[in-house]
């Protein structure tokens, strides 16, 4: 039965979760429309389908897809949780939101339709935009107009030697922290709120501002060792929400909240912007993490694929290539990977669904 939750293609995923949560009941549904086509020439698409009363004072959210390609993933793991029909403690409703980037998704991009990476838009754009000198320093390492076949390992080698000599935090700003001088370069954060922002925006605000307590779970592939799921989450020592997950997940990844600009390694990410719209809401906002290559692999199909969009030609034998490693960096085939990602997401939903149900959980959660 598992195995069946994977799809090949958004417009298959999309239906077959659908049509499942229509034909198991006790969901309702609403489509938010992306104003491009997909891939297939059809419409896009973000679906939010709901399970439990209305008026819930506690919901937990599972969204997919805000790196469009990893939704192959987050909506394996959304139709498995449709087709395990789980019980619901009272007073609790499950929000499950498919394809926070259907562009990206569909077209098998990371990124968005304007080359933004979603989890490096949250940020305050009447003000100045994070400056990062350490992406600008290897812009033309990861963003070359020019990538002849065979070139990738000499970039690869590169940041290698880069590696050696850097230490973990920079090294991670510079290429994973995102940057807002470089459209066309890797983890552009945009120039101001993306469609998929406004629109999950919009939707935290009609959804869940009323609600007492949000769990949030945002599905990604890509880090970490391969078929494992880890959850991460940002907090500090102290922060209820730190404790109260611990026990409900067991170890997790739990990075301090940045001090500072300067001190910012990842800022403009979804969960954090979940936190501060919803002020008046008790959010835990985590990130399901499972790791599919080893990072290096990663990151060089993603700059192969950013010159493929900018300067190549998507359409040809070898633009057909670098979409198929793509999608296989985060979507692996190994039927066994594929297991381990279905297993530990039930578990994790499980576990957040029971924690969820505990009845002292707001003074739990209150500082
Ligand atoms: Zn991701």
Same mark, same amino acid.
Request: aromatic share 8%; hydrophobic share 45%; net charge negative.
């Given at each position: 039965? %598992?195995?069946?939750?994977?799809?090949?293609?958004?417009?298959?995923?999309?239906?077959?979760?659908?049509?499942?949560?229509?034909?198991?009941?006790?969901?309702?549904?609403?489509?938010?429309?992306?104003?491009?086509?997909?891939?297939?020439?059809?419409?896009?698409?973000?679906?939010?389908?709901?399970?439990?009363?209305?008026?819930?004072?506690?919901?937990?959210?599972?969204?997919?897809?805000?790196?469009?390609?990893?939704?192959?993933?987050?909506? *394996?793991?959304?139709?498995?949780?449709?087709?395990?029909?789980?019980?619901?403690?009272?007073?609790?409703?499950?929000?499950?939101?498919?394809?926070?980037?259907?562009?990206?998704?569909?077209?098998?991009?990371?990124?968005?339709?304007?080359?933004?990476?979603?989890?490096?838009?949250?940020?305050?754009?009447?003000?100045?935009?994070?400056?990062?000198?350490?992406?600008?320093?290897?812009?033309?390492?990861?963003?070359?107009?020019?990538?002849?076949?065979?070139?990738?390992?000499?970039?690869?080698?590169?940041?290698?030697?880069?590696?050696? %000599?850097?230490?973990?935090?920079?090294?991670?700003?510079?290429?994973?922290?995102?940057?807002?001088?470089?459209?066309?370069?890797?983890?552009?954060?945009?120039?101001?709120?993306?469609?998929?922002?406004?629109? @999950?925006?919009?939707?935290?605000?009609?959804?869940?501002?009323?609600?007492?307590?949000?769990?949030?779970?945002?599905?990604?592939?890509?880090?970490?060792?391969?078929?494992?799921?880890?959850?991460?989450?940002?907090?500090?020592?102290?922060?209820?929400?730190?404790?109260?997950?611990?026990?409900?997940?067991?170890?997790?990844? @739990?990075?301090?909240?940045?001090?500072?600009?300067?001190? %910012?390694?990842?800022?403009?990410?979804?969960?954090?912007?979940?936190? %501060?719209?919803?002020?008046?809401?008790?959010?835990?906002?985590?990130?399901?993490?499972?790791?599919?290559?080893?990072?290096? @692999?990663?990151? *060089?199909?993603?700059?192969?694929?950013?010159?493929?969009?900018?300067?190549?030609?998507?359409?040809?034998?070898?633009?057909?290539?670098?979409?198929?490693?793509?999608?296989?960096?985060?979507?692996?085939?190994?039927?066994?990977?594929?297991?381990?990602?279905?297993?530990?997401?039930?578990?994790?939903?499980?576990?957040?669904?029971?924690?969820?149900? *505990?009845?002292?959980?707001?003074?739990?959660?209150?500082?």
């Amino acid at each position: 039965m %598992t195995m069946t939750c994977y799809s090949e293609d958004y417009r298959t995923a999309r239906t077959r979760l659908l049509s499942a949560a229509q034909a198991l009941g006790g969901w309702t549904h609403e489509a938010i429309a992306h104003p491009l086509a997909g891939a297939d020439g059809g419409p896009l698409y973000m679906d939010v389908l709901w399970r439990g009363p209305q008026d819930a004072t506690r919901v937990l959210t599972i969204s997919s897809g805000t790196h469009g390609v990893e939704g192959f993933c987050g909506s *394996a793991l959304q139709l498995q949780l449709v087709e395990d029909a789980p019980a619901l403690p009272p007073d609790m409703a499950l929000m499950l939101v498919h394809a926070v980037n259907p562009y990206g998704f569909s077209h098998l991009r990371r990124v968005n339709e304007d080359n933004v990476d979603l989890n490096r838009n949250f940020v305050d754009f009447t003000a100045d935009t994070p400056e990062n000198d350490a992406y600008a320093a290897i812009d033309a390492l990861l963003n070359p107009a020019e990538l002849p076949d065979g070139a990738m390992a000499a970039i690869t080698a590169e940041l290698d030697r880069m590696r050696a %000599t850097t230490d973990y935090l920079s090294m991670l700003k510079a290429v994973s922290g995102g940057q807002y001088a470089f459209p066309r370069g890797v983890q552009y954060g945009g120039s101001a709120p993306a469609w998929s922002r406004r629109t @999950v925006e919009a939707l935290w605000a009609r959804r869940l501002a009323d609600r007492r307590v949000v769990v949030q779970i945002d599905l990604h592939s890509g880090l970490g060792a391969s078929g494992v799921g880890m959850l991460m989450m940002a907090a500090d020592e102290g922060e209820p929400h730190k404790a109260l997950t611990a026990e409900w997940f067991g170890p997790m990844l @739990v990075t301090p909240r940045p001090r500072s600009r300067a001190d %910012t390694i990842l800022g403009g990410y979804m969960n954090q912007a979940m936190e %501060t719209q919803l002020a008046g809401v008790r959010v835990a906002p985590m990130t399901l993490e499972y790791g599919t290559e080893p990072s290096e @692999v990663v990151l *060089a199909a993603m700059i192969e694929d950013n010159w493929l969009v900018h300067h190549g030609d998507p359409a040809g034998e070898r633009g057909r290539r670098i979409k198929a490693r793509l999608l296989r960096a985060f979507y692996p085939a190994d039927p066994s990977w594929r297991a381990a990602v279905l297993a530990r997401g039930r578990e994790v939903f499980a576990q957040a669904l029971s924690g969820l149900g *505990a009845p002292d959980l707001e003074e739990r959660l209150t500082p």
